[in-house]
């Protein structure tokens, strides 16, 4: 594990003479959800939340017309909720510790940028696809919705853990024991019913663009072996 080939940087040096200690490939996923609750704390202040708005959540009118190209990369460290924050956190730190350890620390890096990215991809053009084809959704999703939430670069980071585990067991909300590749299955499926209907107040064209991300990287690492 590690940084595959790019060395220890000035800043990991840096941080390792500053806290007398060798660098954690895990550090990196607290550092994540550090920044998550800062971010949700800057929302909590009235006075900020037009600029957030504008700067951290995704949109068809943000990119198209108001070119806010960058919120591609910010609107995923975003949460709606205390609860949205709070699962979405909690499910970065049980799968993404392993992940990490996985994967190193650039590859990982480069799975969740890559799949909050692809994810608002997904978002942003569902409802355009949709239109065009006869399923329920065609009339109940608008282009100009805006999203954010960190779930499809999280979903991603699942994605590779239980392909990686699939005969693992998981327990659900630290009580129920159930198999990874079941739970990773019933997500999905949940996710793809919310496609087809188009009713759902969740981003689930997000959280499968974040999966297909992660099956890549799956595949992708798999090769390589």
């Known amino acids: 594990y590690g940084w595959e080939g790019t060395g220890r940087n000035g800043l990991?040096?840096?941080i390792?003479?500053?806290?007398?200690?060798?660098?954690?490939?895990?550090?990196v996923?607290?550092?994540?959800?550090?920044?998550n609750c800062g971010v949700f704390l800057l929302w909590q202040n009235r006075r900020m939340v037009r600029d957030m708005t504008n700067h951290m959540t995704l949109s068809?009118?943000?990119?198209?017309?108001?070119?806010?190209?960058?919120t591609l990369l910010?609107?995923?460290?975003?949460?709606a909720s205390q609860g949205h924050l709070l699962t979405n956190m909690i499910t970065l730190w049980f799968f993404g510790t392993e992940c990490v350890a996985l994967l190193g620390i650039q590859r990982?890096?480069?799975?969740?940028?890559?799949?909050?990215?692809?994810?608002?991809?997904?978002?942003?053009?569902?409802?355009?696809?949709?239109a065009s084809l006869p399923i329920p959704a065609?009339?109940?999703?608008?282009?100009?919705?805006?999203?954010?939430?960190a779930s499809g670069a999280i979903n991603a980071v699942v994605a590779y853990s239980i392909l990686t585990f699939p005969?693992?067991?998981?327990?659900?909300?630290?009580?129920?024991?159930?198999?990874?590749?079941?739970?990773?299955?019933?997500?999905?499926?949940k996710d793809l019913v919310g496609l087809y209907q188009g009713n759902s107040s969740v981003g689930n064209a997000s959280h499968i663009g974040g999966t297909l991300v992660g099956a890549a990287a799956w595949m992708a690492m798999r090769r390589r072996r």
């Open 12 to 14: 990991v040096r840096a």
């Open 16 to 27: 390792e003479r500053f806290t007398g200690r060798e660098f954690q490939p895990e550090y």
């Open 29 to 35: 996923v607290y550092a994540i959800i550090a920044v």
């Open 60 to 70: 068809i009118r943000g990119i198209l017309i108001e070119h806010r190209y960058h």
């Open 74 to 79: 910010t609107h995923f460290w975003s949460h």
């Open 108 to 130: 990982f890096l480069q799975l969740y940028l890559g799949a909050g990215i692809f994810s608002g991809l997904c978002q942003l053009v569902w409802p355009s696809i949709a």
């Open 138 to 149: 065609k009339y109940r999703l608008w282009a100009y919705d805006r999203s954010l939430g």
């Open 167 to 189: 005969t693992r067991v998981i327990l659900v909300w630290f009580v129920l024991p159930v198999p990874s590749a079941f739970l990773g299955s019933m997500f999905l499926a």
